[in-house]
């Protein structure tokens, strides 16, 4: 039986995916994953050097989440 995949958005950072999954470039190539490591942190503020991947870049430039949006805001899909 395989994990789930989780994603978890890291407070002013990363999104940090743990599980069975398999990340694909724009043309559908495999992207591979460090040896050995179960999860994978994804850039979410595009100054990593080695995007997809964060490369700890957002603490140098600053990156903050955006404000909270209160749930009552959002348009029911
Ligand atoms: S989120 Fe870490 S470098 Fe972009």
Redesign the pocket.
């Known amino acids: 039986m395989t994990a789930p995949v989780t994603i978890t958005v890291r407070k002013n ?2 999104l940090l995916v743990t599980g069975d999954v398999t990340l694909l470039d724009h043309e559908g190539k495999v992207i591979e994953r460090t040896p050995g490591k179960p999860n994978m ?1 994804l ?6 050097l080695r995007k997809p991947f ?5 603490k140098a430039h600053g ?1 903050v989440d955006p404000p909270d949006v209160p749930a009552d805001a959002v348009p029911a899909p």
């Open positions: 950072g990363s942190a850039c979410r503020c595009g100054h990593s964060c490369d700890a870049s957002h990156f």
